[in-house]
């Protein structure tokens, strides 16, 4: 680390390093994650991402920088009006959102001298070349060991503070490590300790022979909290308590993983304060986002309902065991005496299978069966990796949304941006632009 860092500032950016890394930094992966911040040509308000690794950062970056500029603009018409002022500010106030989240009394922000790194056009996306061969020079190779021992930091009292010396300093965010030094500011301003106490697992945030980031690291620069698991609030698993979301997230996130049953993602998650969802493949992460607020209403009762109930099926199977009611009945504030109770099981599961329907017990409890979601909407993906977007350019992918009568999932394993979707929404149909629709990879 530089000499004129503190003692304790050099351990906890090696620790910093450890926690993100392992013992042993792969030179590829690093070279992958070293990119700066940079917007597409194509789409302004849409951040490139030059190589697979970074999305855990890019991606929740983009899903803040959309979330501001749909309560700005109300609608997608800031696609025709952003100009180089309003990527700097709306990637300054992203960056800022997530910084704040992290719940700091002093914010720590990582940097590099500007003779360290030199700032990097879009056109190069992350890469000096050799001018004759177009081949990546030496001095352009990712140095993982020299980027460490010139590592700054710098604190402020305020994220007022931290949003004005993004602002003055907007070349560092730009430069080739703009990425590494957000991420390390991020974790420096959170404190390593804390970070550590709220993961349950020790395995490195980057996955040490792939490099993407853990479902830890999204967290975090989701939520603030850099918990393992998405699920609501915290489960006994085994006698163990094993972290979720804590709370309704400004962002939030579903998951492909979530069908194939690897996860299961809570209601803070499927359903955040503001209609943009961060979208994870099993290699990628994307952004969903909608200009329809209805989408994030507050529940209605029978919403509620429906999430009480699915909590006890966790299956996805639309039917609970039915010594599960009188735990259902409790959580929703209904009535939940045994002798009541008992009187509704022999109801609700009349031929004594030992099962209750979940569409048995909406149409008693429920009969009128409100919703806040509009049937028809529109949804907008976007993908940071140009070779994924079908004109090889960045660019946001606009689709119209129903959701049908029938609640029986259409699955189908060839769309896996369908099967993404209906985790969140079970019964719903998208017709993409074009008839094209956008990859989750």
Same mark, same amino acid.
């Given at each position: 680390?530089?000499?004129?860092?503190?003692?304790?500032?050099?351990?906890?950016?090696?620790?910093?390093?450890?926690?993100?890394?392992?013992?042993?930094?792969?030179?590829?992966?690093?070279?992958?994650?070293?990119?700066? *911040?940079?917007?597409?040509?194509?789409?302004?308000?849409?951040?490139?991402? #030059?190589?697979?690794?970074?999305?855990?950062?890019?991606?929740?970056?983009?899903?803040?920088?959309?979330?501001?500029?749909?309560?700005?603009?109300?609608?997608?018409?800031?696609?025709?009006?952003?100009?180089?002022?309003?990527?700097?500010?709306?990637?300054? !106030?992203?960056?800022?959102?997530?910084?704040?989240?992290?719940?700091?009394? %002093?914010?720590?922000?990582?940097?590099?001298?500007?003779?360290?790194?030199?700032?990097? =056009?879009? $056109?190069?996306?992350?890469?000096?070349?050799? #001018?004759?061969?177009?081949?990546?020079?030496?001095?352009?190779?990712?140095? =993982?060991?020299?980027?460490?021992?010139?590592?700054?930091?710098?604190?402020?009292?305020?994220?007022?503070?931290?949003?004005?010396?993004?602002?003055?300093?907007?070349?560092?965010?730009?430069? %080739?490590?703009?990425?590494?030094?957000?991420?390390?500011?991020?974790?420096?301003? %959170?404190?390593?300790?804390?970070?550590?106490?709220?993961?349950?697992?020790?395995?490195?945030?980057?996955?040490?022979?792939?490099?993407?980031?853990?479902?830890?690291?999204?967290?975090?620069?989701?939520?603030?909290?850099?918990?393992?698991?998405?699920?609501?609030?915290?489960?006994?698993?085994?006698?163990?308590?094993?972290?979720?979301?804590?709370?309704? =997230?400004? @962002?939030?996130?579903?998951?492909?993983?979530?069908?194939?049953?690897?996860?299961?993602?809570?209601? *803070?998650?499927? !359903?955040?304060?503001?209609?943009?969802?961060?979208?994870?493949?099993?290699?990628?992460?994307?952004?969903?986002? #909608?200009?329809?607020?209805?989408?994030?209403?507050?529940?209605?009762?029978?919403?509620?309902?429906?999430?009480?109930?699915?909590? *006890?099926?966790?299956?996805? !199977?639309?039917?609970?065991?039915?010594?599960?009611?009188?735990?259902?009945?409790?959580?929703?504030?209904?009535?939940?005496?045994? $002798?009541?109770?008992?009187?509704?099981?022999?109801?609700?599961?009349? $031929?004594?299978?030992?099962?209750?329907?979940?569409?048995?017990?909406?149409?008693?409890?429920? &009969?009128?069966?409100?919703?806040?979601? &509009?049937?028809?909407?529109?949804?907008?993906?976007?993908?940071?990796?140009?070779?994924?977007?079908?004109?090889?350019?960045?660019?946001?992918? @606009?689709?119209?949304?129903?959701?049908?009568?029938?609640?029986?999932?259409?699955?189908? $394993? =060839?769309?896996?941006?369908?099967?993404?979707?209906?985790?969140?929404?079970?019964?719903?149909?998208? !017709?993409?632009?074009?008839?094209?629709?956008?990859?989750?990879?």
């Amino acid at each position: 680390m530089a000499e004129t860092l503190p003692s304790a500032i050099e351990q906890e950016l090696l620790g910093i390093k450890n926690l993100l890394w392992g013992n042993d930094i792969k030179h590829d992966i690093f070279k992958r994650w070293s990119q700066g *911040f940079y917007f597409s040509t194509n789409e302004g308000s849409a951040l490139e991402q #030059s190589e697979g690794g970074p999305c855990a950062i890019i991606a929740p970056v983009e899903a803040f920088i959309l979330k501001n500029l749909l309560l700005e603009f109300k609608d997608i018409a800031f696609r025709e009006k952003v100009d180089p002022d309003l990527q700097n500010i709306s990637l300054v !106030n992203a960056l800022s959102d997530i910084l704040s989240q992290c719940n700091s009394q %002093k914010y720590y922000i990582v940097y590099l001298d500007s003779e360290c790194v030199e700032p990097v =056009s879009a $056109e190069l996306k992350g890469e000096k070349s050799d #001018s004759v061969t177009g081949t990546p020079t030496a001095s352009s190779e990712a140095d =993982s060991f020299r980027f460490h021992e010139e590592l700054k930091v710098q604190s402020f009292q305020s994220i007022e503070e931290v949003n004005k010396y993004y602002l003055d300093n907007i070349s560092k965010l730009k430069a %080739k490590y703009g990425v590494l030094l957000f991420l390390y500011s991020v974790i420096a301003s %959170k404190g390593l300790a804390q970070v550590r106490s709220e993961s349950d697992t020790q395995d490195p945030l980057i996955d040490e022979t792939y490099g993407y980031g853990s479902q830890n690291l999204i967290n975090l620069m989701i939520t603030g909290r850099a918990t393992t698991y998405v699920w609501d609030h915290d489960q006994d698993v085994g006698g163990l308590k094993l972290k979720g979301i804590e709370k309704q =997230s400004q @962002i939030g996130f579903i998951t492909i993983m979530e069908y194939h049953r690897y996860c299961t993602v809570g209601s *803070f998650y499927k !359903n955040p304060i503001h209609p943009v969802w961060v979208m994870a493949s099993d290699t990628h992460l994307t952004v969903l986002f #909608s200009d329809e607020r209805k989408l994030v209403s507050p529940e209605t009762k029978s919403e509620q309902a429906r999430r009480v109930f699915k909590s *006890f099926d966790p299956d996805g !199977n639309n039917f609970i065991s039915t010594d599960k009611l009188q735990d259902v009945l409790r959580s929703l504030d209904l009535v939940c005496e045994t $002798e009541y109770v008992n009187i509704m099981k022999k109801k609700l599961d009349s $031929e004594s299978l030992g099962i209750i329907l979940l569409n048995g017990f909406m149409d008693e409890y429920f &009969p009128k069966e409100e919703t806040s979601t &509009p049937d028809m909407f529109t949804l907008i993906h976007y993908n940071g990796l140009p070779q994924s977007n079908v004109s090889g350019q960045v660019q946001y992918h @606009i689709g119209s949304a129903i959701l049908l009568e029938s609640d029986i999932k259409s699955v189908c $394993e =060839s769309n896996p941006m369908l099967t993404a979707l209906q985790t969140k929404w079970p019964n719903i149909e998208v !017709n993409w632009y074009n008839n094209i629709t956008p990859s989750l990879n």
